[in-house]
Structures are given as C-alpha cells and as structure tokens.
C-alpha cells in the first residue's frame, strides 16, 4: 500500500502564496509521475500540474505562469508553489501519484484526501 499525505493548504486573500506538499510512503520502487489535482463545488476534478522522474512537468493553462511544481526524488515529495492566487483558485487539491511497488511490477495510481485552498477576501 501506498500513502500521500498533504500539507499546505488554508484561506489566503487574493494575490497571495501558498505552497503544498505531499509525501509518499508505503510500498514504493518507483514513482513515475506525481501531480496535483483539484476539485472545486460542483466542477469535475481537473490537473493542475503533473512531473515525471525525469522532471518533465505539465501545467493546465490557467495556472501557467502562477504556479510552479517540483519534486525531491529521494524523498518521494511533490510540491506546488502557488503565487499570484485568485478566488477561482479556490478548490480541494489532490495529491496524485503512479507508482511501481516493486521491480517488474505493474504501476498503479494513488491518491490523497485532499486539502482545500480557499482564496477569499
């Protein structure tokens, strides 16, 4: 089994920063990609942005330019720095990982509970 645990979340007023955190632990060989996703009342959950090992990252657009994602391979983190923040920001972000449990083995896709971001005034 796998675990990610968030951390980072809270009320921020608009143009402020928040940095998300979000730690795997368990049963791990490998982790492909580990991203962030997010889901606001009454919308679908969408990316927001995804890294691979390799470094290679994908934002969704209305994030380009605010938001920037890394990720410390040694400890299985994955961070979201959030900048430049707007009330449509306001959302439960989700940590998301694909991960090989062990050698050979088929990868699979983890997620964790959530923690919410609210940009308010």
């Known amino acids: 089994q796998v675990q990610l645990v968030e951390s980072g979340g809270g009320l921020v007023q608009p143009g402020g920063s928040l940095r998300l955190s979000c730690a795997a632990s368990g049963s791990i060989f490998s982790i492909n990609a580990m991203g962030w996703y997010r889901q606001a009342p009454g919308k679908q959950r969408e990316l927001v942005a995804t890294i691979t090992s390799g470094g290679n990252i994908i934002y969704t657009d209305p994030v380009k330019g605010r938001f920037t994602t890394s990720r410390d391979n040694a400890e299985n983190t994955v961070y979201l720095q959030m900048n430049s923040l707007k009330p449509e920001d306001t959302a439960v972000y989700y940590c998301?990982?694909?991960?090989?449990?062990?050698?050979?083995?088929?990868?699979?896709?983890?997620w964790g509970l959530g923690t919410q971001v609210t940009v308010s005034s």
């Open positions: 998301n990982a694909v991960v090989q449990p062990s050698r050979g083995a088929a990868s699979y896709n983890y």
